[in-house]
């Protein structure tokens, strides 16, 4: 090992520190290895730097999505909520309509009718994962049913999931359906 070391101490030496001569390949070019292996250098700190700040941008996005999927979750089970509500009202032979009327509500997932909207966030029971406004991890979600009446033989119904997403900005998710008269 110390001959291999001392066969490296000379070529860099006689390179960086000889005066150059004619039969050398690297004549005249003192330096231009440690130039080279800074040029070299830079080109690898810039490489892991732009890897780095691409892995933290993927991660940054990737919660961003998460929020946003778990969002149009919430939202389609708002619309499935509400569905339950109509057809159980044909199962009870009350009004297809009943308990509906114009304006924001709140539901959970077993709601046989609506309350009105409080703007409270949705919670998350770890127990039983379930969303709802009685589980104790808060969630950054809130969940308002809008109710239209567009007619005696029509319900327009939107599942709008509010919430602060990554960066302070709003974010929502607005999902419709409508529901029609149709056991008449």
Do not use: C
Not at 46 to 72: E, H, I, K, M
Not at 93 to 105: K, L, M, S
């Amino acid at each position: 090992m110390n001959k291999f070391l001392d066969k490296l101490y000379d070529f860099f030496r006689e390179s960086l520190f000889s005066p150059p001569e004619a039969d050398q390949p690297w004549a005249g070019k003192k330096g231009q290895v440690l130039i080279e292996a800074l040029i070299a250098l830079s080109f690898l700190t810039v490489g892991f730097l732009a890897a780095f700040s691409l892995l933290g941008r993927s991660l940054s996005t990737n919660r961003a999505s998460a929020q946003s999927y778990a969002a149009t979750y919430l939202a389609a089970e708002g619309i499935e909520v509400a569905r339950n509500i109509v057809d159980g009202n044909g199962i009870q032979g009350v009004a297809w309509n009943n308990g509906f009327a114009n304006g924001d509500y709140e539901i959970e997932y077993n709601s046989l009718s609506m309350t009105q909207n409080q703007e409270r966030f949705l919670t998350y029971d770890p127990s039983t994962n379930i969303y709802g406004y009685g589980g104790s991890v808060q969630t950054p979600f809130k969940r308002a049913i809008r109710i239209t009446l567009v007619g005696s033989d029509e319900i327009k119904v939107n599942s709008i999931i509010s919430w602060i997403g990554l960066g302070g900005g709003d974010s929502r998710v607005d999902l419709e359906d409508h529901f029609m008269n149709w056991r008449n």
